[in-house]
């Protein structure tokens, strides 16, 4: 005999139903089996809002009942195209659904029992059509109600049952019926006055269990809509994988402290009849799914993680505390009058925390205060003292390995990602480790422990885009073709975005290609409200992408490292400004542990910096730096021949996008000046820009002109000069070359005429060119050289950046 249960997504739609039909089919015919159905989809929540809505006065419940009628007659429809004439008893159904309702309108009553009978309504019907479907197949298969096998107390909404009455009534009716499928609904029961009852939210599985376990079933299968039970709530985890293997015990922590795929009291019948458990995808019935068993198997020394969320702690506190007698069991005792679970617990010489549902709080409170009413009234306790929003986070550990790495582990990944820890516990057998966290971070938290016990690096990254100009499209490109290729190995999301009108952000990641629509779609931009979405987002792994050139933008990331999210950057501003600052961001970067790349603040993706921070960790020593660091000037000077103007090569360079709209930023030189103060900062020098000695070429008549034609105008004035600077180096057999430089604790940038022997002679198109001299590189110093501006290459070196961040 085999028991089979399947959730309300596998019953939930036409096609699904079939899906199951087929893994029955697929089923060896020689077993027996007894099928148990959860309601269609979202029944039950509907189903409970038709209740409330009508306590509440509320006609809607009326809409709520049509949804419900609609739900089920399309999957009739679709199911049986020839009408069949079992649709009249489900529409009975339905119809005690609306007049039940109606009463509870008009009478403003709604007792747990009335809601029961309400609820019991989806399992009826979602059986009831699945046996008419399997009947199809030619299957002898029998449909009963579980009402009349499993009997329970009269706890409307959470019955208990009663296991030896309800056993004896499944093996009767097993043994006296012979078909070979018997279809059954779960999660509904009686009482012993035969009023319906119910086995509490999730409570099919329980079903499922309970006759299982009656029966001594070979096996008992889970059918939902997962590959059976993940490292952690997929939902939230979206590296989370299916654990092939489990201990009963472990299937029972990671249940009863959050993993919702088990209904927590279904373990208890299995384990006792020591019958295995197999949690399967009905989507996809090939993968293994994880089996729950005693069976010694491999596996990770985490098992799992589960969180449970909207928890409140409660706590008993006083210097008085150990003089009490017995206060533990005192206490214990009435948690225990109370029905309370305890999902943590930690003590101190004079204090206890526990961790209850918030639910459960009022009433839990007021007992504790009564049954210590007279310890309060001496002053030797306080009253009890309640924090809520809170949310238990438990790494459930192998119940075969020692769990004291583990919980060094955990507790450094949660203060490392800033998650503040309200308290952090071992539970008994100290093969789990628990710690109490705030609501608003769960889910960091549920990701970086993920990613801590069970991921190899690369990390996923969230990244939130500040600049949609020729960069940041560029980066979006990259991204949404390098996804392609990347996501096996390694998850970039964008979760926001922004330009300087409209901002745009989404939880489950923006769909890059259409970026321009999610834009246009967002709201108007604000920083300070872009930067504190980015905060109440809270996602784990967060990065700042700045491609704006703004220097409002650059002042805001140390608000965004001291929240754990790191920055990246292509705008120069916020590394070129006071040393103080410089040094300041660096400093917080660090202190927080966040990435802080700059890669792209010199010579576009050419990796110079990461070049000159790896000679400096790994204790070389900087002589000399010497570079071409303006791509715009390389190409206006390398474009200047004879025949031809300065201010038309200048034109050309501006038209052909290397130069900035204004090419007075680029030939001032302080675009360079920056460059090479962000190199002589790297080096660990303290310079300011204004120590940075520079020989303009530019006269300043052009400098200071009105605006950009104006400019134009006076630059054609000085073509003598400009037309002298190139003859004179051109009759020496030189070039000319706008270069910065850097050498015992000076630097200058200049326009100067070089000769062949010169390593940036041959400097080609708008390339840029870098020459470290170092200690290890004294004779033949190292060079980098390549495309240093552009869009395109810019985005690269940021998106090289990403992944750098990512490990
Ligand atoms: P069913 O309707 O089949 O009973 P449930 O919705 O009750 O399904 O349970 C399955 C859901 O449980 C999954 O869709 C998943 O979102 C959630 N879940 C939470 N934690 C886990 C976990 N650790 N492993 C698998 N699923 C989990
Ligand atoms: N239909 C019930 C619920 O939604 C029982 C179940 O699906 O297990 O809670
Ligand atoms: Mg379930």
């Not at 009435?334 to 459960?360: A, N, P, W």
């Not at 030797?380 to 020692?402: A, R």
């Not at 190995?489 to 290609?513: H, P």
């Not at 920083?527 to 700045?546: P, V, Y």
Request: a positive charge.
């Amino acid at each position: 005999m085999k028991v089979l249960k399947f959730g309300g997504t596998s019953v939930g739609n036409p096609h699904a139903i079939e899906q199951v039909c087929d893994i029955i089919k697929n089923n060896n015919l020689q077993d027996r089996c007894a099928i148990i159905v959860s309601a269609v989809g979202n029944t039950t929540d509907m189903l409970v809002k038709c209740g409330q809505l009508a306590y509440h006065k509320n006609e809607k419940y009326r809409y709520f009942i049509e949804e419900i009628e609609i739900q089920h007659l399309n999957i009739i429809r679709a199911l049986f195209p020839s009408q069949s004439n079992f649709i009249s008893s489900i529409k009975k159904r339905l119809n005690f659904l609306e007049i039940f309702c109606d009463s509870i309108f008009h009478v403003m009553e709604l007792s747990k029992r009335s809601l029961d009978r309400i609820m019991s309504l989806g399992e009826l019907i979602s059986s009831y059509l699945f046996y008419e479907k399997i009947k199809e197949y030619g299957f002898k298969t029998i449909w009963k109600d579980s009402q009349e096998l499993i009997v329970t107390d009269e706890r409307y909404g959470c019955a208990q049952v009663d296991i030896i009455k309800s056993y004896k009534k499944i093996q009767y009716f097993f043994s006296i019926e012979s078909a070979p499928y018997a279809i059954l609904p779960g999660f509904i029961a009686s009482s012993p006055r035969k009023e319906v009852t119910t086995l509490g939210r999730g409570g099919s599985d329980y079903s499922a269990a309970i006759i299982a376990a009656a029966l001594k079933a070979e096996v008992l299968e889970i059918w939902t809509d997962v590959s059976g039970i993940m490292t952690a709530d997929p939902r939230i985890v979206l590296q989370a994988f299916p654990i092939e293997n489990l201990f009963y015990e472990e299937a029972i922590e990671l249940s009863n402290l959050g993993a919702k795929v088990i209904y927590p009291p279904t373990l208890h019948p299995v384990i006792e009849k020591q019958i295995p458990i197999l949690v399967k995808n009905t989507f996809s019935p090939s993968e293994k799914g994880t089996r729950i068993n005693n069976a010694p198997c491999f596996k990770h020394s985490v098992t799992g993680i589960s969180v449970k969320k909207n928890m409140t702690m409660i706590t008993l506190k006083g210097i008085g505390m150990i003089n009490i007698l017995n206060y533990l069991k005192r206490l214990f005792t009435v948690l225990s009058r109370e029905k309370i679970q305890v999902l943590f617990f930690s003590t101190s010489e004079h204090s206890i925390l526990l961790g209850i549902e918030e639910s459960e709080v009022m009433q839990i409170k007021n007992s504790i205060n009564n049954e210590f009413s007279q310890e309060i009234d001496k002053k030797y306790l306080f009253p009890v003292l309640v924090e809520q929003d809170l949310s238990i986070i438990t790494v459930i550990g192998d119940k075969t390995k020692n769990m004291h790495r583990t919980s060094a582990r955990m507790f450094i990944t949660l203060s490392k990602n800033n998650i503040y820890i309200r308290d952090l516990a071992y539970n008994v057998s100290k093969k789990n480790m628990s710690a109490v966290i705030k609501n608003s971070d769960f889910k960091k938290a549920l990701n970086v422990l993920h990613e801590t016990f069970f991921e190899i690096p690369p990390k996923p990254i969230n990244l939130f885009v500040a600049g949609i100009g020729k960069v940041g499209r560029k980066l979006l490109e990259h991204i949404s073709i390098q996804k392609t290729y990347l996501i096996k190995e390694l998850q970039i999301q964008v979760m926001g975005l922004c330009n300087s009108k409209t901002m745009y952000f989404e939880e489950q990641g923006i769909d890059v290609k259409n970026w321009k629509k999610n834009l246009e779609s967002g709201n108007r931009m604000r920083l300070h409200r872009f930067i504190e979405k980015i905060h109440l987002m809270n996602m784990h792994n967060s990065i700042f992408i700045d491609a704006t050139d703004s220097q409002d933008v650059a002042r805001t990331y140390d608000k965004l490292f001291v929240k754990g999210i790191g920055v990246i950057t292509c705008n120069k501003i916020a590394c070129s400004s006071s040393y103080k600052d410089y040094k300041n961001l660096k400093k917080i970067a660090r202190y927080f542990k966040v990435p802080f790349f700059l890669e792209t603040n010199v010579g576009a993706g050419l990796p110079i910096i990461s070049t000159l921070n790896d000679l400096l960790n790994s204790g070389d020593k900087i002589h000399l730096i010497e570079a071409v660091l303006s791509g715009s000037i390389n190409f206006i000077f390398n474009h200047f021949k004879s025949g031809r103007t300065f201010s038309e090569t200048v034109r050309e360079a501006q038209k052909r996008g290397y130069t900035e709209p204004d090419p007075r930023i680029d030939l001032s030189g302080i675009d360079v000046m920056r460059k090479i103060l962000i190199l002589v900062r790297e080096c660990g020098d303290s310079m300011e820009l204004s120590q940075i000695r520079q020989k303009p070429f530019l006269p300043e008549e052009c400098v200071k002109a009105n605006n950009v034609e104006s400019f134009y105008e006076k630059l054609s004035q000085y073509e003598n000069y400009f037309g002298r600077l190139r003859e004179e180096a051109k009759n020496k057999g030189k070039k000319l070359r706008f270069m910065a430089k850097y050498e015992k604790g000076n630097a200058n940038v200049e326009l100067k005429s070089i000769g062949p022997e010169h390593p940036f002679y041959q400097l080609e198109g708008d390339d840029n060119i870098i020459l470290y001299k170092t200690q290890r590189y004294y004779e033949q110093p190292l060079i980098i050289k390549g495309a240093g501006a552009g869009a395109e290459v810019t985005a690269s070196g940021i998106l090289s950046d990403i992944i750098k961040a990512s490990r």
